[in-house]
Each structure stands twice: as C-alpha cells, then as structure tokens.
C-alpha cells in the first residue's frame, strides 16, 4: 500500500513522534510518505530518513494563520496523494485529522485519525464524530472518553494498544550501562522520561515532592528525569532547590537517542504509555502514572492486563507525593520472576506486527470501501 501519514506538529522528540516512528517500522514493507511540521529538528528528520531509506518527508505549515501558506501546502498534498496514488492518509491527532479531511474532499482518498490523548484543551469536541468516519484509541480509556464526551459511536473507534520493536528494547547488563552513562556505586536510580507538558511535567512535580518521603526508607536513591518541554524551567528551579536542601539526588537530562541504556541503568521507572512497555520490555518494575490526579501504581502481575488496556493510566490511587513515594517502594520490592511474567506478557499483547496488522487490517477495509463505492458509481453513471 501508499500511505501516507500526517504529522501536525514539528518532528522532535516525544511520545507522539515515538508512535510515528514505530509504525513506520511495522510499515516498513510498503510505500511510505511522511508530512511533518515545519520547525522541526533537521538532525531528528536527518536520523530518520537514515532508518528509514525509502521514506519521504515533506514539510508543510498546519499551524498559525497563513491562510495561503495552508493552501499552498494542501495544494502540495494533494498533488502528492495523486502522483504517488496514495491508497490512505493516516492522520495523527486532531488537526492532522482536519487536514486529512480536507485531502479527502479534493482526493476522495479515505484517512484514519490516531487519538493519543483526549485533547483536553480542545473546543467545539462534539463535532468531530460527525468529522471523522475512523478512529484509533491507543487505550480503553481513550476509547471511553471519545465515546463518552466526543460524540462518536462505537463503530468510529478501533481500539489499537501500541506496539514496540522489542528487538530494540531488550534486558541488558545494568553495570555496564551505569558505567556507560557515568553513573557508579549502588545508587538505587528511579527513572522517569517524558514530554514536560502542563499534564505530563505535573507528574515530574510530584514526583520530585515525594523524593523527600523515599530518601526517608532509602536515602541511597537518585531520581534521574529525562524530558523536555514547557515545565521544563520550572521542574530545574525545583530540582535545584531540592538539591540544595538533600545533596545531590535529582538529575534531569534533555531526551536521548539511546533510552535503552537509560533504562536498563535504572532499578525502576516511573512513568505511562510506551515508556512504560519499553522499560517493561527491559525487565524493569515500573510505576504507572500520567496525570498529576490519579495513577495505578506498581505493575504486577495481577494488574498488567488492565495497565495495557487503559495504556499505564488509571485511577487506582490518588496521586500524593506519599502515595507515590509507596508505590515506587513497592516496585522496588518486586521481585526478578515477577518481572518476568510482566514482560512476557506485553511481549506477547503488544508487538510491533501486532499493532501494524491491526493499521493495515483497517487500511485495507476502508480502500475497498471507496472502490466499492467508486464502481456503484461508475455503474449508475453507465446505466443512465
């Protein structure tokens, strides 16, 4: 298949550019297009353009008001869909999802919208069941929520839990990794990577805040933090002041190209979504959490199957520096067997052709549809 896959914001690094990348790896096999956000990284495009040989990437301009920069680049794009005959536009997040709308009224080709999160912060949320005819929830969660508070019907959602190329993420021998990354001695190191966003970087908040109730039972503990984004100078300011008050126990990093060693350094994470698989993949007890509101704690045996339904975000608990501060004791307390059962079973739930099958399988459905109905026409047109 052509397949197309629509991106409205920069390409740097986060969760959503992590999916992207994933399944272009599960794409791999067929003929694909990436439109990208203009302002993103050239060295982040130039590193997947080398993973990715035969992929091409075009830049165009969703955001902002330039109403003729937005033709122009539709114009691209539909010039684009016609000469590479384009089967499906795989549109992620909403405003990808209003552009892939648009291509279909001047292309007649059909898109998917891949639903990270609810877009908490989005206006006019009913209209778009009635917008897009396909939909990708990557939890049940999710799944709820558009059906609950976005108006759409059950038959628009496809529940598909994100896959991981688990040839990437694998158990290695965490002495060497410390030794890779500077780190030494028998610190207990808790690991927490993500987007530093209004939600996500309140976590790193509390997280922080509840450094001061784990140094109580384990004062050889060090918080490492890995991310970027708008929080990111007010989580330094709090972790200076922390340091400043308990000695050097917090560090915090920019994102990385090789989290796989950062992973297995650390004795747990703290952390949701594919974070959270990819550090499960390595073997490492984790601590599932999203929101700065509400969480599901440590990851057990007992409780992976719903964590992989509802993506690592629950309400089991409610988030509190000391709550959290008990659920990371209890992570570090699972034992090695436990862990294992944990990563066989997301090995087996959420591979990589797993998720792909489940993308291609809906491609294919909706391409036949609009040949279908591309014939039912043309034969009416015939008869009269």
Partial sequence: MNILILFSQPWRVGGAETHVEALLTGLEGHNLFLAVNEGSSEEKLAQLKHKFPRLTIVAIQTRGGNLFRWKSDINKLCALIRQEHIDVVCAQQRTSGIWAHVLRYYTNVSYTVTMHDPWHRAMFKHIYGKIFDV??????????????????SKEQIYLINNGIDFASFTPMSQEVCRQQLGFVGQTKIILHVSRLSNVKGAVSLTLIESMKHVLKTSPDTKLVIIGEGPLRNQINEQIAAFNQQFGDKISIYDFVSNITDWYNAADILVGEGRVAIEALACLKPVVAIRNAETFIGAITPENIAYACDVNFDGHDHRVTAENVAGEIAKAFQLEPSASGKVTAYIKERLSLENMAKAYLDVFKQIKWEVHDEKNI???SAGHW
């Fill in 377 to 379: 026409n043309h034969q």
């Fill in 135 to 152: 939909v990708f929830a990557v939890s049940r969660n999710l799944k709820d929520k558009l059906f609950e508070e976005f108006n759409f």
